[in-house]
């Protein structure tokens, strides 16, 4: 049995998989279109990461630096035949240690009351503002948060020595 490797997408083809994923996995049950992920789109450099195993996707995650210090998970979904196994939290890690290494101090998400435990679950804690309101996910019964978690620096060759 293989395990899952985190990646950075290699190109178009595999943008397109993880594309398809999250459409299968985090719109397509809400009936929603399929071109949706272009009206959540975020100004800022891009990060995308995707979970494989055998060389399929099997989770993706997207990022994007929202200011200097400061990244947003805009999407996470695990294939339905990967969930529970710790793919979600192995892609959140991973963004979380890329990021922390380029200065990055704040993760913060607007998470799905069916993905707020989660987030909770890695550190993630009710961040201030109010969520975002989309009619479509509403009628689903479909409500958001806003979450972030403060991303400690790296450890400094520094430290100052007591004694």
């Not at 630096?65 to 892609?91: C, D, F, P, R, Y």
């Not at 913060?108 to 993630?124: C, E, P, Y």
Request: hydrophobic content about 35%.
């Amino acid at each position: 049995m293989h395990k899952e490797t985190i990646t950075s997408v290699a190109g178009p083809k595999e943008s397109e998989e993880l594309d398809e994923l999250l459409w299968r996995v985090l719109w397509k049950p809400l009936d929603l279109p399929r071109n949706i992920r272009q009206s959540f789109k975020v100004k800022g450099n891009t990060i995308e990461l995707v979970a494989k195993k055998d060389g399929h996707i099997t989770g993706g995650l997207i990022a994007v630096w929202t200011g200097e210090s400061e990244v947003e998970i805009s999407h996470l979904a695990v294939a339905s035949n990967a969930q529970h196994q710790g793919i979600g939290q192995k892609l959140v890690e991973d963004l979380s240690n890329a990021v922390k290494a380029k200065g990055c101090r704040k993760i913060h998400t607007i998470a799905r009351n069916t993905s707020v435990g989660f987030f909770r679950k890695l550190g993630f804690k009710t961040a201030s503002g109010i969520p975002p309101d989309h009619p479509d996910f509403k009628k689903k019964g479909i409500t958001f948060e806003l979450m972030e978690k403060i991303v400690e620096p790296p450890v400094s060759a520094y430290r100052l020595r007591s004694g």
